[in-house]
């Protein structure tokens, strides 16, 4: 394997077994601050902000401490990057916040053909004054900050730049400055730790900081300065702690660049399976989930494992969360449109919800108009065609077309309103969602509509009416609602094998009033065990496929 030392910017993903390593030849750490190694001088101005004391990583006990404090620097960080370029004086240094080349113009020469954005060096009279001329160059005032104080190390360039993209261009990029011995870096003082745990990873590949504020910092200062492997070092370390909700959110929310966003991949997948595993059950923390900003409610909502009783649950929750958050309604359109509309699977919303979609004011129409039609054409589908999209869609973000662990079963309904009102309902149910009913499970489908009437089913393993064996029962109910009687002719059918068709199992009929339910309590007049065996007739491709024919009686 290719030694880690010599790892131009982490190119290649290092297996997680191979994590930590031995001391090795890799280990450069006797190196560190050694001029007897080193071929530069770096110079780090350590600035300060008048207007607040920050504090640093040891005056965080929790990550919550450090979502604060980082709340904070982003806004001081905004504020240096704003700054006015002819405050600066003539030196040119290092921020860390490499500015657009058209940016840079107002203090580059640019006579000088593949200059770099920012020339970040400087030639100080001799190697030793510039360790000792912190009186005379740290003490101007731009405004915005003051430095604090200097500190001067001894580096090698070959090791920095082997590590970073950022010393690499620094110290190869062809200009006068390129060969000069002293680097200014400025950095704020919260980041000063950090910095100095970076530059020492850089030289040994360890850390000597074990706790998560702390390594979130060095994770910051890795990801500011291009450092890879010390983005995956880190990352590698929190996931290895105890993860909560704070912890989380913080890093969901970590301002990462897009060029080392893989480097922080597996945190953030597994900050997202942390938050989707709990909040599994959102009625149940309902409260929790309700006060979670965006980056959490992605999470749970993304998942496929999500225990909710249907889908129209899922967006009944959303809007609600939605208007809670962004009261003005041009910003909850916006976000509606843009972000959370595809958290929720509408092909498997029930079409009386997708109608009210269709006037829901905070959608804008031309977004409800588009994600309706596409839901209708999806449940319009073969069952084999909506596999096969849900398929495509089962290793990608956008999950619209994958069916998640409903409470209550989606359908198929085909309606009819002459020569009589009647409904063919089809409910599919997976084999290991039937071996789940053993022995005296149910599981109900989603709700339909017959007359003006909501009409369920639902699976049941239970016994016999001898009560010698279990078996496989289906039953037709009809939701509570009044006192309307409806004389209802119902027949029950599955597909079996070698055919495949439909065979009709079970008549009958039956005056439905509110919360009453009827069906047969052996389906398919065999045990439980025949009906699950591997040479089952009744699955086919592994699904269990159903159909129910309603129809009024006049």
Known sequence: MKDLNSDLFDPVMVMESEWPRSASDSDFGFAFNDSNFSDRILRIEIMGDPNETRPDSDACTTVADWARHRKRRREDIKKENDVDLSLLPDEQVLNGNQPDTDDCAAYENQDEEGQEAVAMVEEPPSGDEAANSNDNDSNWSMGWSTVLRVKTLHISSPILAAKSPFFYKLFSNGMRESEERHVTLRINASEEAALMELLNFMYSNTLSTTSAPALLDVLMAADKFQVASCMRYCSRLLRSMTMTPDSALLYLELPSSVLMAEAVQPLTDAAKQYLAGRYKDITKFQDEVMALPLAGIEAILSSDDLQVASEDAVYDF??????????????????????????????????????????????????????????????????????SLAAEESGSLNRRFVERAYKYRPVKVVEFELPRQQCVVYLDLKREECANLFPSGRVYSQAFHLGGQGFFLSAHCNMDQQSSFHCFGLFLGMQEKGSVSFAVDYEFAARSRPTEEFVSKYKGNYVFTGGKAVGYRNLFAIPWTSFMAEDSLYFINGVLHLRAELTIRH
């Not at 079409?351 to 006037?359: A, E």
Request: hydrophobic share 40%.
């Open 318 to 387: 959303l809007l609600k969360w939605a208007r809670s958050e962004y009261s003005k309604l041009e910003e909850r359109r916006e976000i509606l449109g843009a972000k959370l509309a595809r958290l929720i699977r509408f092909p498997y919303m029930t079409c009386r919800k997708l109608k009210k979609v269709l006037t829901c004011n905070d959608f804008d129409h031309d977004v409800a108009s588009k994600l309706v039609l596409e839901a209708l054409f999806f449940k319009a589908e073969a069952p084999h065609r909506q596999r």
